[in-house]
Structure formats: C-alpha cells, structure tokens
C-alpha cells in the first residue's frame, strides 16, 4: 500500500482567520491525506521544527493579515538552513497577485488565492509532493 | 381574521397547493429539489396568513420602541435618524490612519471606527520579536498613548462618536481614549463610542485572545462597573456574531452564539454584584450581514426578540433599555470574491439593504477589493456612497421595520427564533458559553456549517457569480493598497524614542501598583489609566497581567 501523504496545516504570524486553513485541513483528511493542523500563532521556527520532526511531505500556510512577505518567505529560509529541501511548500490566503512571484522566487510551489477548490489543493499537492 | 372568511381562505390555499401549483410543478419541476436557507430551514413556495396565525401580535411583534422590540429599539427609527455611518478604517501609522478619519468625517461619515493591527490587539508592542512581518498591516499600530494622542489629532472626542475593534487588551485601549480625550479639554462622560470587549467570541472564532477566560471576565466586568460611573454614555462592549459568521455559521448559529456569549456577561456582571440595570442598557451588539436578504432581516428581528425574552424573564431587568438589542452591522466580508471584484459592490448594496431593513443602529460597508488587499481609498467611498443611497435615495428608511406583516419574514423571524433558542438550551445544558467553548462545542458546530458550505460551493450546489459561475478570464486587479514595510521600522523607532523621554520611575511605579492590583480585587480599570498616563507602553502593561494572569492556551488542534 502506498504511504499516505502527510501535510502539516499552519498558520503562521498574529492573525486567527482560520476558516479556510481548517477547511483545507479536512478536505485534505477526506481525500485521504494524514494532516497535522498546528492552530493559530505559529512562528516561522515552530511551523519548521514541526514539519521536521513530523517528518511532512507537505506545509500548507495560510494568511490573510498581510503578513506573508515576511512570514513565508522566513520559512523558506529556515527550511533550507536545515538543509531540508524535499518537502512541498504551498501558501493561501488573501495574497495579491503582484506578491506571488517574489514568492514563488523563494521557494513556495503555489499560492491559492481567494475561492480555490479545495479539489484544486488536493491535486496539486498529490501531484508534486518530492518523496 | 373573519370564521367565514378564514374557512373560504383555506379552501382557496388548498385547491391552489393541489392543483395550480400542483399542476405546473408536475409538467415544470422546480429548479431544487428542496429549497433551503443557510440554517437549513426550509422555504416554502409560498406563505400565506396561515403561516402567521398563531403570532400574537402584541406578544410577539408589538410595537417599535416597546418591548419585545421585533420592529425595532425606536419609536421612530430612521424618520428620526439615519443609523450611523461607520466604516471600520486603520492602517500603518496613526499619522496616516488620521488622515484617513479626516477624510471619511469630510466625505459624510459620522462616526470613526478604528482597526487596530494584530500585535495591538494581541497586546505586544511593535518591537516585539512576534509583531515581525504585522506591524501597521490589518490595521494601526498603537504602542503608548503617544500614538493614540497622533490617531486622533484634530477630531474633537465630544463630537465624534468612536468604535474600537479591540478585545483582549480593550481596557487599555479605553483608558488610552479617556487620556487623550482629557487632554483635548473632553471629559470621559461626555465620551461616546463602544470597545468591541467581547473575549468569548475569540476564543471561539476570531482567535485574538491574550488572557484565560476567567480573568478576561475580570477585566469585562471591571469595565462594565468602571463605565456605568464614570463613562456613562459608552458602550462597554459589543457582542459580536459578526466573527462567528465569518468563521463559517449559519444565521441561526450566530444568533444563537452571539445571544449565549452576552448571557454569559450578563451573569458575570450580576455574579460579580453588579445590578443588572445598571450596566446592561450600555451593552451593544455586531451582527454580520450576508447574502439571504430575507433570513438576514427575519435574523435581526428574531434576535432582538429573543434578547429582550432572556433580559426581563431570565435577568429580570425592568429597565426597558436593559432589555433592547442594539446593534452594529457589518456586511459580509467572506461573500466577497476576489474574482470579478466589481461585483462585491452589488453584494455589499443587498446585505446593507438586509441591515437597513433589519432595523442596525450602524453600519459598516465592505470595499469591493477586501478580498484582495486592505480597502483603496476610492473602494472605502463606494462602499460609503451605497449607503448613502439606500439612506437617501430608496426610501426604505422612510417608515419603520417596512418588512413587518411579510408572512414569510415573519414565519421566518419565528423559526430562527425557535432554533437559536434551541441552541442557547443545549448551551446552558453544558454550563453557559463559556464551557460550551471550553469542551469545542461552538467550535465544532461552526466547523461544521463552513465545511459544508465549501462542498455546497465545490459542487456547484451554491452558486457565487463570478467564482464558479459565469466566470471571465481577468487581468489582476490595479490600485490595491499596499502597506509601506517602513512602517514597522518607523514604529520601532518612534517607540525606542518615547522609552528614552518618558520618566521610567513613574512607569515601574504604575506597573507596579497594577500588578498588586491585579492580584487582589480591586477594579483595574483606574490603574491602567494611571499607567497608561504615565506612558507605560500596551505591551507593559499587557506584560505585567501576564505575569498575574496567565496566557490563554488552546487546546491542540490536531
């Protein structure tokens, strides 16, 4: 059988919007994923440390307070000063379009914006996890 | 209703449900199977008077101004007074976030209402290793009362009446507007406005909590007796379904919610001492307004109704304003598409109509590019401008609660009515709000009515025009607002200056009175001012109640 694909849910920075993160996490537990949702005020340091000693195929950020210009990209850097680079990034949340290259610049694999479907998230993570 | 004529009525409905309609339905189906309402309630194809018959009229819907105060708080509503225009702004500096305010009060707006960024409302100051990335972004950022004297340079505190979106640290925030106010000459009771103050729904909802639930009761009831003696015309605090609407529930969730998380204040007061009418007429409330125009009025209706029941028979307050919902409205930011943003405009005039109709003391519009970014200044006009035309233009406010005798409306106002109350019986079952919150209850209930409403969305069941139907290939949207990232630099800059100014002495000796006014059980409210007037800072003093209090920890989520 194959391994079920492990994604850790996060919500990074101040902001307690979780809505859609929760929405995501359990369409991503319909479609047969194993997910870790870590809660509200996650520092870029926790959501890492998370990831690795969950051993995640995936980290799904969402954001809407407009803090993602730091938050993810801070990410980024703390996975790769952990030498981690097999696992699948991807951010949502209210993220206006002329940030997303900058984003994607440093790693992000996606962004999804206001009114992506769920099934959308799905496959793209089952289609692009690394390992 | 006439014995004859009533036997012809009903000898009338039933040929038209068994044959007229019967008839078309049979060579015509319906477009669904089953029509329904968020709250699952279903809809009928047509209401009659027999939907309305057993209301007793001046039981149930009586007469505005008078209780249960279905058709409204004022004998005259509107024909008096518009509601107040208040669109929620603040952004970056309070240098900038003045400007703004100066602007809106020009362009016709009436009352201030002001956003504060995260690190504010989590009580850490700007220069907090947590604010990184936050600082000016949702909303201004206000560290001393050197910023608030800024945000509100030039507004005069007795003529504008002043909102604040604040919970956790809402007592510091208020002490900080009667510091400034005396400043300008202005006397706290001269001071009108309303501090948002309602912890619970944070905890269930929003998320912006600081404290445990039993010292955040602490610092609300300090409020309520602080105020109901010195700031008599403040609304110390508003209880607020707008966040649990947002998270996802249904009208009939966030009646109910929103009804049980003021119950739960309510009885702190009155276990705390306090009598009841002596806090509870300054007691306001936030409601969302969302798309279904109908259940949104018969959703205000039904919660003024419900309120004024649990005030007189529950609390036995005999104040009539004891017993009277007023309430804020602000339409619904989560109906907003990011796809074809124009559109938000028409969705913003139907649920500001819904509040209008509804009988709202206030109302904040939406901007068409909320779901995009902060609101441009132009998107903030707009959204203004559409009530102004529904004030103004469509007569709606012409004569007091026009919806009233609507068959369906008012079937519909007692529906929600029934299941919300249904609701707050569970919740009483389980200990009250509080413990309703503590065990995920109203956390899993609103999960569940967001996740469904997502697969309604996904399966096309529910259509949103633009997201997935009639959809059109765009070009990214121009002119959105952008917070400078200088902000959380100059923030940092302008709070190290103000720690090197201020005399520390007196900062450490108000900080220090607090905390042993914290652990005993004085009210708090007088030694935060004295703090605040010394220019502690709010994560100081935020600080300083930690050390007493504790932080709030969720339990883990999965």
Same mark, same amino acid.
């Given at each position: 059988m194959d391994k079920k694909i492990r994604v850790l849910v996060a919500k990074p920075g101040l902001d307690g919007h979780d809505r859609g993160a929760k929405v995501v996490a359990r369409a991503l537990r319909d479609a047969g994923m194993e997910v870790i949702y870590t809660g509200l005020r996650q520092t870029p340091d926790q959501i890492v440390a998370t990831a690795i000693q969950e051993d995640v195929d995936a980290i799904a950020m969402s954001i809407l307070s407009g803090a993602h210009g730091y938050l993810f990209p801070r990410v980024m850097e703390l996975l790769a000063e952990r030498g981690v680079d097999d696992i699948l990034v991807i951010g949502g949340g209210i993220i206006p379009e002329e940030d997303i290259p900058a984003l994607k610049e440093c790693g992000i694999a996606e962004i999804f914006g206001p009114g992506t479907l769920t099934s959308d998230t799905v496959r793209f993570i089952r289609e692009n996890v690394k390992k | 209703m006439a014995e004859l004529q009533k036997e012809d009525l009903k000898i009338a409905h039933s040929r038209w449900r068994g044959v007229t309609y019967t008839k078309v339905v049979s060579k015509f189906p319906e477009r669904k199977a089953r029509f329904e309402g968020s709250s699952g309630i279903e809809v009928e194809p047509l209401y009659t008077p027999f939907d309305t018959e057993n209301t007793d009229y001046l039981e149930n %819907?009586?007469?505005?101004?008078?209780?249960?105060?279905?058709?409204?708080?004022?004998? !005259?509503?509107?024909?008096?007074? #518009?509601? !107040?225009?208040?669109?929620y702004a603040g952004f970056a500096t309070a240098e900038e976030s003045n400007r703004r305010y100066k602007y809106l009060l020009d362009q016709g707006q009436t009352g201030l209402s002001v956003a504060f960024d995260l690190p504010t409302q989590i009580g850490y100051d700007s220069d907090n290793a947590l604010s990184l990335g936050e600082v000016g972004k949702v909303g201004v950022a206000i560290d001393s009362l050197a910023d608030m004297e800024i945000l509100f340079g030039g507004i005069p505190l007795d003529k504008v009446s002043t909102s604040m979106t604040i919970n956790a640290p809402a007592s510091v925030l208020?002490?900080?507007? %009667?510091? +400034?106010?005396?400043?300008?000459? +202005? !006397?706290?009771?001269?001071?009108?406005g309303t501090i948002q103050n309602d912890i619970l729904k944070e905890y269930a909802a929003r998320g912006t909590y600081i404290f445990p639930p039993k010292p955040s009761m602490r610092l609300i009831t300090n409020i309520f007796e602080y105020c109901s003696k010195s700031v008599p015309k403040w609304n110390t605090i508003s209880i607020s379904g707008y966040h649990i609407r947002e998270a996802g529930a249904t009208a009939v969730q966030e009646v109910a919610f929103t009804l049980a998380d003021g119950i739960a204040y309510v009885q702190a007061a009155v276990d705390a001492g306090l009598a009841v009418d002596d806090f509870?007429?300054?007691?306001?409330?936030?409601?969302?307004?969302?798309?279904?125009?109908?259940?949104?009025?018969?959703?205000?209706?039904?919660?003024?109704?419900?309120?004024?029941? +649990?005030?007189?028979?529950? #609390?036995?307050?005999?104040?009539?304003?004891?017993?009277?919902?007023?309430?804020?409205?602000?339409?619904a930011g989560c109906t907003l598409t990011a796809q074809q943003p124009d559109n938000n405009v028409v969705r913003v005039a139907m649920q500001a109509l819904a509040a209008v109709l509804g009988g709202t003391q206030s109302l904040h519009t939406n901007s068409r590019d909320e779901a995009l970014a902060l609101p441009s200044q132009d998107s903030v006009r707009i959204a203004l401008r559409t009530q102004q035309i529904i004030a103004y233009e469509s007569g709606v406010a012409d004569t007091v609660d026009p919806m009233a005798g609507s068959y369906y409306v008012e079937s519909l106002t007692d529906k929600i009515e029934a299941a919300a109350a249904g609701y707050i019986k569970r919740i009483d079952e389980m200990g009250g709000a509080a413990a309703a919150i503590e065990r995920g209850f109203i956390q899993n209930e609103i999960e569940e009515s967001a996740y469904k409403y997502q697969m309604e969305l996904e399966s096309s069941d529910r259509v949103v025009v633009g997201l997935n139907k009639f959809q059109i290939t765009e070009a990214p949207p121009k002119g959105l607002l952008k917070v400078d990232p200088a902000v959380g630099e100059q923030q940092r800059a302008k709070l190290a200056a103000l720690r090197g100014r201020r005399d520390g002495a007196a900062v450490g000796v108000a900080l220090d009175a607090l905390r042993q006014a914290a652990s005993g059980s004085d009210n708090l409210m007088p030694y935060i001012i004295d703090a605040v007037k010394a220019y502690a800072t709010l994560g100081e003093i935020c600080d300083t109640l930690r050390g007493v209090f504790g932080e709030y920890k969720p339990q883990a989520a999965y």
């Open positions: - | %819907i009586g007469y505005p101004g008078e209780f249960p105060f279905t058709r409204g708080v004022q004998p !005259t509503m509107y024909r008096g007074r #518009f509601w !107040t225009m208040r669109q208020l002490a900080m507007y %009667i510091a +400034v106010a005396e400043k300008q000459g +202005v !006397t706290a009771d001269q001071l009108d509870a007429p300054r007691l306001s409330f936030f409601f969302n307004a969302h798309n279904d125009l109908f259940e949104e009025v018969a959703k205000f209706r039904a919660a003024r109704r419900l309120w004024a029941k +649990v005030m007189r028979d529950r #609390f036995g307050a005999k104040n009539p304003k004891s017993m009277m919902l007023r309430f804020h409205t602000q339409t």
